[in-house]
């Protein structure tokens, strides 16, 4: 049965500025009896390695770990030297999640420039990622790519937003230390269809992010008619509580089964508090005694 963990996604900001301690995001989450806690590279206390052990041990005391680890490298750097500080973030981040507990640390394909063609950008974050591969294999972690949005601090969305972009990059790199990090919201973003993408990855998908989008505007048929690119998109969608927005949860959940999954899902949700969060915590419990019954 698939273990559920969370992602503080109301408070990624002020966990990130070091307003909040993630004592203080232990202690919220608690009540929500989750398997674990998805944590994020950018958190103002992981910044030095000598509290990785502690962080840790903070989650372990309240029954709960840390599963996954959630990384922006940004692998589309046009200039080679700065495309090398990313991989060397990369495998620092590898070495916090292996710190952390964590078997599973996120990977992104970077920021989708102007300048930057399909071709040339699917080579550099192919050599980007395989570079960084031989790291995760030592400290026993797996690269996840995520078909993702926008990192929060980034000007440009993914590079591999848009799904068959993001299939082929998948389908250019096979290591047992490397798989896909599932996200039907970001889907939509892209003017996709979540369960097309899901079609086409459910062999590759090892991660889950559960989430929802509302429509504020509009049908998805305008969202994927209107111009201007997936920064548009974002105006017309929000987050919200996991079980009343677009997905069909149904859907993806009994693909997901005959696929053979059987692993960490991570709420991303909460937006507007914890009382949604824990809304969606139960709505995905149900789903999960459904479809995979002990």
């Not at 998908?205 to 998805?220: N, P, Q």
Request: hydrophobic share 40%.
């Amino acid at each position: 049965m698939p273990k559920l963990a969370a992602f503080p996604k109301a408070y990624i900001r002020p966990l990130c500025a070091a307003t909040m301690t993630l004592r203080e995001w232990v202690e919220l989450a608690g009540p929500l009896k989750l398997d674990g806690l998805e944590y994020y590279s950018g958190f103002a206390e992981l910044a030095d390695p000598a509290k990785w052990a502690e962080a840790r041990r903070t989650v372990e005391r309240a029954g709960m770990v840390i599963p996954m680890l959630c990384c922006s490298p940004d692998f589309s750097q046009p200039d080679p030297a700065l495309r090398r500080q990313e991989i060397e973030k990369e495998k620092n981040w590898i070495r916090m999640a292996a710190e952390l507990g964590a078997g599973y640390c996120r990977v992104l394909s970077g920021q989708r420039r102007p300048e930057l063609t399909k071709e040339e950008g699917l080579k550099i974050v192919v050599e980007n990622i395989e570079a960084c591969l031989p790291e995760a294999e030592r400290c026993g972690v797996t690269l996840i790519i995520e078909n993702h949005y926008k990192d929060d601090f980034w000007s440009y969305p993914e590079f591999a937003q848009k799904m068959d972009v993001f299939c082929e990059l998948i389908g250019m790199i096979r290591h047992p230390r490397f798989g896909v990090n599932y996200d039907p919201s970001n889907a939509f973003l892209a003017g996709d269809d979540p369960l097309e993408l899901l079609a086409r990855v459910k062999d590759r998908v090892v991660t889950m992010h559960a989430s929802d989008r509302f429509l504020i505007e509009g049908t998805l048929e305008d969202l994927r008619r209107e111009e201007g690119g997936a920064e548009g998109y974002a105006k017309r969608l929000r987050h919200g509580e996991i079980g009343k927005g677009l997905n069909d949860y149904d859907a993806i959940f009994s693909t997901l089964k005959g696929a053979g999954f059987d692993n960490w899902i991570s709420i991303e949700d909460g937006v507007d508090g914890m009382k949604q969060l824990a809304a969606s915590a139960r709505f995905l419990r149900g789903k999960i005694s459904r479809y995979w019954p002990a």
